[in-house]
């Protein structure tokens, strides 16, 4: 199973990751880019589904209820964020080029829709020294949804993100999550690294991701990293056996690696090294 998906921007659905693709029971994850005056259709079905924009302007109705949304870009803004509960339907229009991402899970419909704007979305800086980056919880607890969790993460270039490592499969005493990483980088021609792995079973990939790429985690710890000179923004979406409050989730850190949180600078070389006779 290839677990980076490439973006593929000669169709109008620029990515599709089905549970099926992914070998997956819980999340589905889609890149839709629309040129000007296009239009797309999103049934729900029995997902509840969560709508990002990541750059351009367009209209979104559902049902008897309509908005415009726009995002200049995912370094410049925050974003109004879409929910919406299964058996309904998304029609988007694009005013200008529009671009955006599509999620869903299996839920019951006890959440109705709802436009969650900027201001309501939790921002936090994780961290420090070389592993300091800025989260957002685009839709977290306590902003309210069945299954699905979405955060917003931006790390400046030379640095690392989810450090200590952390995990969400059932290791440790963790919840089970299906996670998706969407990047984008900044310049487009810059690149992160992301890693996958598990310290209890022969499991570790490390895999280059570029801009519009996807990594998909299916197991294990998973830290990423920005290249010097590349800053790097990635959406997550989660979704698992957590439901409502139960997203309020606590992963498990690899113990190796915990030690760092009391000093983030510890245990750094000095240049240059003053060497022995």
């Known amino acids: 199973m290839k677990h980076r998906i490439r973006s593929d921007y000669s169709q109008q659905r620029v990515m599709d990751i089905t549970r099926e693709s992914a070998g997956w029971d819980y999340l589905t994850f889609r890149i839709i880019k629309l040129q000007p005056g296009e239009t797309y259709q999103e049934e729900t079905n029995g997902d509840e589904v969560a709508l990002v924009p990541l750059k351009g302007t367009g209209n979104l109705s559902v049902a008897d209820q309509n908005w415009s949304v726009s995002r200049e870009d995912v370094f410049t803004q925050m974003p109004h964020v879409l929910y919406v509960p299964p058996g309904h339907t998304i029609d988007v ?3 200008e080029s529009f671009e955006f991402a599509l999620g869903g899970a299996p839920a019951e419909g ?29 839709l977290a607890w306590p902003l309210p949804a069945e299954r699905l969790i979405l955060f917003e993460v931006y790390v400046p270039g030379g640095s690392w993100s989810g450090w200590p490592p952390h995990s969400h499969d059932r290791v440790g005493g963790s919840p089970y999550l299906e996670e998706t990483y969407y990047y984008r980088i900044q310049p487009e021609t810059g690149t992160a690294f992301h890693r996958n792995y598990r310290t209890d079973i022969d499991f570790d990939e490390v895999i280059p991701a570029s801009h519009g790429d996807c990594v998909l985690v299916t197991q294990g710890f998973h830290p990423a990293a920005a290249n010097p000179g590349s800053n790097v923004y990635f959406l997550n979406y989660l979704a698992g056996e957590p439901t409502h409050e139960e997203r309020d989730y606590k992963p498990f850190e690899d113990p190796d690696t915990t030690w760092i949180k009391d000093n983030w600078d510890a245990n750094k070389m000095t240049l240059p090294i003053n060497w022995k006779e």
């Not at 006890?110 to 685009?138: L, N």
């Open 110 to 138: 006890k959440y109705p829709v709802r436009m969650f704007a900027p201001d309501e979305q939790k921002v936090e800086v994780r961290g420090g020294g070389p592993a300091v980056r800025e989260v957002h919880h685009t």
């Open 93 to 95: 229009k694009a005013t």
